[in-house]
């Protein structure tokens, strides 16, 4: 009586087709072991309209998931939300970096946060930012992870004058400063 039900010519010919493949597959496994990658959401809040208590008890539940053409206001409270696509472990240690785009982008900001346990994903805030571009990059290990570019514009828009204003408000040497 046999005990395999699949006939052995089947098995050499897979196992045969099989073998050239399996460095492949092994390496596919080990790509996916990495950090994974996520969504970015936005959303803002005006924070200095409210209370202590507001301020304590708020929480944010509605984000816009998107990473393009990415506008808002210096009077608002900019939240974030980096939703990851699996799970990169509990104990997980990210950088958050915010940079501001002066010459090049410069770190103004760092934190450490840990993925939450409830939703797999890493929140925070940034409020009181000046106009010009930044970029928020998520980090892990020295390696960044995910990245993405916003602009803070003033509440009435850019004019010819309030963009030289601003340009001559951020250098410090002032041939170049009153020069434009």
Same mark, same amino acid.
């Given at each position: %009586? !046999?005990?395999?039900?699949?006939? $052995? @010519?089947?098995?050499? &010919?897979?196992?045969?087709?099989?073998?050239?493949?399996? #460095?492949?597959?092994?390496?596919?496994?080990?790509?996916?072991?990495?950090?994974?990658?996520?969504?970015?959401?936005?959303?803002?809040?005006q924070m200095e309209e409210m209370d202590i208590?507001?301020?304590?008890?708020?929480?944010?539940?509605?984000?816009?998931? %998107? !990473?393009?053409?990415?506008?808002? $206001? @210096?009077?608002?409270? &900019?939240?974030?939300?980096?939703?990851?696509?699996?799970? #990169?472990?509990?104990?997980?240690?990210?950088?958050?970096?915010?940079?501001?785009?002066?010459?090049?982008?410069?770190?103004?900001?760092?934190?450490?946060?840990?993925?939450?346990?409830?939703?797999?994903?890493?929140?925070?805030?940034?409020?009181?930012?000046?106009?010009?571009?930044?970029?928020?990059?998520?980090?892990?290990?020295?390696?960044t992870v995910d990245e993405v570019k916003f602009?803070?514009?003033?509440?009435?828009?850019?004019?010819?004058?309030?963009?030289?204003?601003?340009?001559?408000?951020?250098?410090?040497?002032?041939?170049?400063?009153?020069?434009?």
């Open positions: %009586m !046999r005990q395999n039900s699949v006939p $052995s @010519p089947f098995i050499r &010919i897979f196992s045969k087709s099989i073998s050239p493949l399996l #460095p492949i597959l092994f390496l596919a496994t080990l790509i996916q072991c990495g950090v994974p990658k996520g969504e970015f959401g936005w959303t803002t809040t208590l507001e301020k304590h008890i708020q929480t944010i539940t509605d984000y816009k998931m %998107m !990473r393009d053409d990415l506008i808002f $206001s @210096p009077s608002d409270t &900019i939240h974030y939300v980096y939703q990851f696509s699996r799970s #990169p472990g509990l104990e997980t240690d990210f950088y958050i970096s915010l940079n501001r785009y002066e010459l090049d982008f410069v770190e103004i900001d760092i934190k450490k946060k840990r993925v939450e346990p409830d939703s797999l994903a890493i929140r925070d805030e940034f409020s009181l930012l000046r106009t010009g571009e930044y970029l928020i990059k998520i980090v892990h290990e020295g390696d602009r803070v514009l003033p509440d009435e828009g850019y004019t010819q004058e309030n963009l030289e204003q601003e340009l001559a408000g951020d250098q410090t040497d002032e041939i170049i400063k009153y020069s434009r």
